[in-house]
């Protein structure tokens, strides 16, 4: 055991991690490893304290040199500080001394591999030395499979070549079967896999797991990688350009997927994770995906349909800010490999109101018959990102029998707005109608109010009625002003539900600024309004508002001259006054949904009615595992 998992100080048979690079400073040093860096300061003593002891800590001598020292002398706590650094940063590992090192049973390049990564090399040694590797294919003889054969014989595993009729041309199975690092005599031998595999210019490479998993996993990416549900997917199942794929880009896939494995195989940390890439969610297993021209490669978070190892059953939490969710929304919407549609600003203006767009699976955009675009904007564009997912999600699920949100409270709030809109959409007959002098003076309103009606020409006007007597809750909504009394009372643009009537104004205005915009810019949604003013031909749209509003301000920093008359002041505002507000349309509506979140959410049924586009029961339980939280409707739970 090292130092690093005691704490304590640095162990007699320590020494620096092979691989590792040392800087001389001019008071201090600078370290770096495969696993970890250090930059130590203070002193023009320190790089003096280093050329002591780099010798005997990369010889293995680092105990008979501590020995020499004078107990409690300058000098000695020098040298046990500096080795605590290293130790914290992962820059020591136990021995074996130079001498047991050269008689090693692995190869050169393997050992230095492992002492530069392994926490404890002599067990991942260990742990390969007792594997047996194996490479199915329907040709083992293809160029995939002989360089992944070539590539795992390198890493030190006796590798068997097996022929399988099963596995299509483009696809292999690796395995490797052993004990694992740390197992005793007679432990059982587990399997690992990971496939590769091409589809088109694009090669994959999945996380290691059961053959099962692997397998599944493949079947699905290739399935994905296969189709275009986007304008940016639409090459995804394309062959590559005239110069075709070129010869090193198998070797490459090959040598990828048996470096995956071979970490499996010897306890080290998945390839994956070397990079802390911020877009790959903690948790949750990623995949290789790699394309030939340009050539590029990167990993992606990746939960496929069939989930059989313990690792793909873990659900996520929900996320506790705005900027966790969005990578979901990032993961989830990837446009090669995403299981549902990411919303994107593409070309659409972002001015006078930031605008995404995204295209339902199963319809390309541009293909003939009934359009499966929505179009989304809001106060900013990651509202808009985030409203516009959820509202897909909801379309795939099925219509109205499900609400979607990044979080319970999210999710609840965007449930009841809509319960509360389908409830009050009549006339206001017995409504209190609340004079403009309350709600017109609004910042936020008075900003989308002009845009609408200055700056895009918009003759319009805006309604706002409580809900019902005493209760904190308002609804507005804005009408396209008829041209005569013929014409009845107008066409709606927008609508708001809040627990002001400023706020509810500002939501209805901002909603009819989205809804006429889109109109003109040419995109085939162009009417309806959502939190942020949704747009779509497939489904109505939904009013959410500020349910989105304790998520965005949670951990948000906001000056102290960000008043409501700022989005993040704004947002803040409404945070405040959400919990209160769900609190009145739940008891003015009755009640609302049950929630399953996570891991505790049972297997969705199928609504009792089922729409033209079927639901398919994935999305919920994908969603689920990401920690989004997916409520089903009271209509649908009877």
Aim: charged share 20%; hydrophobic share 45%; glycine share 12%.
């Amino acid at each position: 055991m090292t130092a690093r998992d005691t704490g304590a100080a640095a162990a007699p048979g320590d020494r620096l991690r092979p691989g590792t690079a040392v800087t001389p400073l001019r008071a201090g040093l600078h370290l770096r490893g495969r696993r970890g860096s250090v930059t130590l300061e203070g002193s023009t003593a320190v790089p003096v304290v280093w050329g002591l002891l780099e010798e005997p800590l990369r010889s293995g001598g680092l105990g008979p040199f501590r020995e020499r020292l004078e107990p409690g002398s300058a000098l000695h706590v020098a040298v046990d500080t500096l080795l605590a650094r290293l130790a914290e940063h992962d820059l020591l590992v136990p021995g074996p001394p130079p001498a047991a090192a050269a008689d090693a049973d692995a190869e050169p390049a393997v050992a230095r591999w492992l002492g530069a990564t392994a926490r404890h090399p002599a067990d991942a040694a260990a742990a390969l030395a007792a594997a047996r590797a194996e490479v199915l294919a329907r040709d083992p003889g293809s160029p995939l499979a002989s360089a992944a054969v070539r590539a795992l014989a390198a890493g030190g595993l006796p590798v068997t070549r097996t022929a399988d009729a099963a596995l299509p041309a483009d696809r292999v199975l690796l395995t490797v079967r052993g004990p694992g690092p740390g197992a005793g005599p007679g432990a059982a031998r587990a399997v690992v896999a990971v496939v590769a595999g091409c589809v088109g210019g694009t090669g994959y490479a999945t996380a290691p797991g059961s053959a099962a998993q692997a397998l599944a996993d493949a079947v699905a990416l290739e399935a994905r990688l296969d189709g275009a549900t986007s304008p940016a997917g639409a090459e995804r199942g394309k062959a590559p350009g005239p110069g075709g794929v070129p010869a090193s880009f198998p070797v490459l896939l090959a040598g990828a997927a048996a470096h995956r494995l071979l970490c499996a195989a010897a306890g080290l940390p998945d390839p994956a994770a070397e990079g802390e890439d911020p877009r790959l969610l903690p948790g949750t297993p990623a995949v290789l995906l790699a394309e030939a021209r340009p050539a590029r490669a990167d990993h992606h978070s990746w939960l496929g349909p069939v989930r059989i190892d313990a690792d793909r059953l873990t659900a996520l939490a929900p996320p506790a800010v705005l900027d966790e969710a969005m990578r979901r929304i990032a993961a989830l919407g990837e446009r090669r490999c995403g299981p549902l549609p990411g919303p994107e600003p593409e070309d659409l203006p972002q001015l006078p109101v930031p605008l995404a767009a995204c295209t339902l699976p199963g319809l390309p955009r541009g293909a003939p018959g009934t359009s499966r675009t929505l179009t989304g904007g809001g106060p900013r564009l990651d509202l808009a990102r985030l409203e516009l997912f959820c509202r897909a999600a909801e379309l795939l699920l099925g219509e109205d029998a499900f609400t979607v949100g990044a979080d319970p409270g999210h999710a609840l709030g965007r449930f009841l707005r809509h319960l509360a809109s389908r409830r009050y959409a009549g006339p206001p007959d017995h409504r209190t109608a609340v004079a403009p002098t309350m709600w017109s003076a609004h910042p936020q309103y008075r900003h989308w109010w002009t845009t609408l009606t200055d700056r895009l020409g918009t003759a319009a006007r805006t309604e706002v009625h409580r809900l019902a007597p005493q209760a904190e809750a308002y609804r507005a909504v804005v009408r396209r002003a008829p041209r005569d009394a013929a014409h009845g009372a107008g066409t709606v643009l927008g609508e708001g539900i809040e627990a002001t009537p400023g706020d509810a104004a500002a939501f209805a205005a901002l909603a009819a600024v989205t809804a006429v915009v889109t109109a003109g810019s040419g995109s085939p949604a162009g009417a309806g309004a959502g939190t942020s003013g949704l747009a779509d031909t497939a489904g109505g749209a939904r009013p959410s508002g500020g349910a989105v509003a304790p998520l965005a301000s949670a951990a948000a920093r906001t000056a102290a001259w960000e008043d409501h008359r700022w989005t993040g002041g704004w947002l803040a505002d409404l945070a405040g006054r959400e919990e209160d507000l769900r609190s009145t349309l739940r008891r003015l509506t009755c009640g609302g949904p049950g929630v399953q979140a996570g891991a505790a959410g049972a297997p969705d049924r199928p609504p009792a009615h089922a729409p033209d586009h079927a639901p398919d029961p994935e999305p919920a339980g994908v969603l689920r595992a990401f920690g989004f939280t997916v409520l089903r409707t009271a209509e649908e739970a009877r």
